[in-house]
C-alpha cells in the first residue's frame, strides 16, 4: 500500500487549480488517456475539476501500461482513430509517460496541449508550479536556445562539453497552458539535444546522483563516462557500470546498434519545490521520483540514447536519465550554475509554502 498524506478528498480540488493554471475555459474538451495501472481517483478528480469549470473531457484507456522503464511504447498509434481524437481535443491529460512517441507529435502538432500526470498525490500538491517558475523556465529556455556551447564540469572529474543548435530546447513548467505545449505536473527544467556527433569529453556520475530511468535509485557507486563524437565508449567502475552496460547492451537491435550509447538530452532543473531527497524520504518508485528527480534547482540532467522527441531519428529503447549533482554548467563560457547552485538571479524561484 502506498503511504499518503494528502486527504483524498482534496485530490479534485487539486486538479482542479491545476486544470486553472492549464487554462481550461468553458466548452473545451478533454480527454484523460489512462491504461490499466492508472489511480482512479486520479480519473475521477480530473472529471470532477473538469465539469466544474465547464469542460467537456471523457476517458480513453488503453491495453498497455508504459512506465519510465519502456519509453517509446506507441500506446495510441496502432488504433484506429484514436490519434484523430486525441488532435481534436483541446487539452490531453496523459497518464503515462508518452515521450518519444510519434502520436505525441502528431498530437501537439495538431495544437493540443498534453499535460502529464504521473507522481504520488502528495507530490502533486508539493511539485505543483509556483509564481515565478514559468518565466524562469522560459528565460532558461531563451539563454539555453542562443548558446552554441554547453560545458559540464564537476569536482568528481566530469569534463563535458557538446555542440548547441540543431534541436530545439524544450521547456517545462509544470503547466499545459498554450496550444501545443506538452508539460509534466510538477516539473521545471529545460533542456535540448547536442548537435549529432558533438558530445565529447567525460561524464562521472557519482553517489548521490539518481538513475532515475531505467532503474530507479541513489547511485552508490562512481560510474566513468568517455564521451567522444557523440557516443559513449567506454563505461568504467563497479555494480552500477555493468547495470548501466546491461541495459544499454540488452537494448540492441543487432550487434552494430550503438544508438543507445549516444548522448541524449541535457538540460537542468529550476523547480523549488522539487526535492533532490525526496525517494529517500518516501521510497524509491518512479511515482516519487517521476518530477523531483528531474526538476529539483540546479541538478545536471544527462541522459542516453533516443532523440526523436526533438526530431532526431534515434529510437532506442536504451534510454538512461540521469540528475547529477554539485556539476558547474556553462553557456558559451558564461557560468549558470556553479556546483550544484544557480547563479543566474533570472533563474531562481523562491519556494512556495503551501
Not at 535509485?217 to 555493468?242: N, P, S
Not at 540532467?301 to 533516443?306: A, I, Q
Not at 558564461?334 to 556546483?339: S, T
Request: overall charge neutral; aromatic content about 8%; charged content about 25%.
Amino acid at each position: 500500500m502506498r503511504f499518503q498524506s494528502l486527504n483524498p478528498g482534496r485530490l479534485s480540488g487539486l486538479f482542479r487549480k491545476q486544470f486553472e493554471l492549464c487554462k481550461v475555459k468553458p466548452g473545451e474538451s478533454l480527454t484523460v488517456l489512462s491504461d490499466l495501472s492508472t489511480r482512479r481517483e486520479y480519473v475521477q478528480s480530473a472529471f470532477a475539476a473538469a465539469r466544474d469549470l465547464g469542460a467537456n473531457i471523457y476517458e480513453m484507456c488503453v491495453s498497455e501500461t508504459p512506465n519510465w522503464a519502456t519509453v517509446g511504447v506507441p500506446t495510441v498509434g496502432a488504433c484506429k482513430g484514436a490519434v484523430e481524437a486525441l488532435k481534436a481535443a483541446d487539452m490531453l491529460v496523459c497518464m503515462h509517460p508518452p515521450l518519444f512517441t510519434k502520436w505525441l507529435r502528431e498530437v501537439r502538432d495538431g495544437g493540443t496541449r498534453v499535460l502529464m500526470v504521473r507522481d504520488h498525490p502528495d507530490d502533486l500538491e508539493a511539485g505543483m508550479s509556483p509564481p515565478g517558475l514559468k518565466e524562469a523556465v522560459l528565460h532558461a529556455a531563451a539563454r539555453y536556445a542562443a548558446a552554441r556551447e554547453l560545458r559540464v564540469t564537476s569536482e568528481a572529474g566530469t569534463d563535458l562539453t557538446v555542440r548547441l543548435g540543431e534541436y530545439p530546447v524544450n521547456r517545462q513548467y509544470g503547466i499545459a497552458d498554450e496550444p501545443g505545449h506538452f508539460d509534466h505536473w510538477g516539473s521545471g527544467l529545460v533542456h535540448t539535444f547536442p548537435n549529432e556527433g558533438t558530445a565529447s569529453g567525460t561524464v562521472v556520475v557519482s553517489p548521490g546522483d539518481i538513475i532515475i530511468l531505467p532503474y530507479t535509485h541513489y547511485v552508490t557507486d562512481e560510474i566513468r563516462l568517455v564521451i567522444r563524437d557523440g557516443f559513449i565508449r567506454e563505461i568504467r567502475g563497479g555494480l552500477e557500470a555493468r547495470l548501466m552496460r546491461h541495459w544499454l547492451d540488452e537494448s540492441k537491435t543487432s550487434p552494430e546498434d550503438i544508438d543507445g550509447y549516444a548522448v541524449s538530452h541535457l538540460g537542468w532543473g529550476l523547480n523549488p519545490n522539487a526535492r533532490w531527497d525526496n525517494m529517500m524520504l518516501f521510497g524509491q518508485e518512479s511515482e516519487r521520483g517521476a518530477s523531483n528527480a528531474r526538476a529539483f534547482p540546479g541538478n545536471f540532467l544527462f541522459s542516453t540514447g533516443p532523440n526523436t522527441e526533438g526530431g532526431g531519428k534515434r529510437a532506442t529503447r536504451g534510454h538512461y536519465d540521469v540528475p547529477m549533482r554539485d556539476c558547474t554548467l556553462m553557456l558559451d563560457g558564461d557560468v549558470i550554475i556553479d556546483r550544484g547552485r544557480i547563479v543566474d538571479p533570472k533563474m531562481i524561484v523562491a519556494k512556495a509554502r503551501r
